[in-house]
């Protein structure tokens, strides 16, 4: 006999350690919510920190939606040297002294890397490349191209430039930077190009993802604190602030959820996905406007 999940509907922001991956993350999250219905909301780097959004239950709809929205970083970059990874996991390839590298020379480099750009990622990436993941293809030694995907930096700022020296002598600048870019944007590619363009090479040495869409590092757990109690955002809540509202009456609630099309307002034309409440303030659906009406992406109730 199947015995009923106990655990809630909701989304959980988690604080991500360095040294797991998404999936542990997601392993971990099933053994305390008691339930194999988690996923999780875009994956973070297994040298990353910070906020990781899970999906328990009838949550996981929209983590396909949450995926797409907008992310915010801190990170340090390091210029003089050049690994296989773009990061600090990766062995060494390259090194140059990037002590003569000017603040206004690294300011025009990150200009270069701002708005709307064509971003190749990494070859460490789980990108699929004809249907095998890159960080396999790069491991098993194969020389392939990656293409280049249109990617949004909406804002790249230099908090602080640091001297240093690596562990092999060579003189290096560790930058301070943040970065709030749309889904897809690999940092350690951001960090990769900055250096190529300064021509002394670049990667990522940290990284501590500060936001996905609205939910922002100050309401996100450490496994450890969820371990002790498991704090679930309702999925009502989470949907109100990651999507626009549409509040529809009884009527039309029982509509919409026996899958009958509804006229959409106008306000909501080119929205995106908007997240649907009856009276009572139930979450019934996300929908999108399609031809003037709702097209269901998940429905709940």
């Not at 015995?3 to 999250?29: C, E, N, Q, W, Y």
């Amino acid at each position: 006999m199947n015995r009923k999940s106990t655990a809630p509907d909701g989304l959980v922001i988690v604080d991500k350690p360095s040294g797991f991956t998404s999936h542990d993350v997601v392993a971990k999250m099933r053994g305390i919510a008691k339930t194999r219905r988690v996923g999780h909301a875009g994956t973070l780097d297994p040298m990353a920190t910070g906020v990781l959004v899970l999906g328990v239950e009838k949550a996981t709809k929209l983590l396909g939606h949450l995926a797409l929205t907008e992310k915010e970083y801190l990170g340090t970059i390091r210029l003089g040297q050049t690994t296989l990874t773009d990061d600090a996991e990766g062995e060494i390839t390259a090194s140059a002294d990037a002590s003569q590298v000017t603040r206004d020379a690294i300011d025009a480099g990150i200009a270069k890397l701002s708005g709307a750009i064509m971003q190749v990622p990494s070859k460490v990436s789980a990108i699929k490349i004809d249907g095998v993941r890159s960080y396999k293809r790069a491991r098993e030694g194969e020389e392939f191209e990656i293409p280049a995907r249109p990617v949004t930096i909406s804002s790249f700022a230099v908090y602080d430039v640091r001297d240093a020296v690596a562990e092999n002598g060579t003189p290096v600048l560790d930058l301070v930077v943040s970065v709030v870019c749309s889904s897809g944007t690999y940092i350690r590619a951001l960090a990769r190009d900055l250096g190529a363009d300064l021509g002394v090479g670049g990667h990522l040495t940290a990284l501590r993802r500060t936001r996905v869409g609205p939910y922002k590092l100050d309401s996100a757990k450490t496994l450890d604190q969820l371990q002790k109690e498991l704090t679930v955002m309702p999925i009502a809540e989470a949907a109100a602030a990651a999507f626009p509202r549409w509040d529809v009456d009884a009527r039309r609630a029982r509509l919409l959820t026996n899958g009958v099309r509804l006229e959409m307002p106008e306000e909501y034309a080119d929205a995106g996905p908007v997240a649907v409440f009856d009276p009572e303030g139930r979450f019934l659906a996300l929908v999108e406007e399609q031809k003037g009406k709702a097209k269901s992406l998940a429905v709940l109730s």
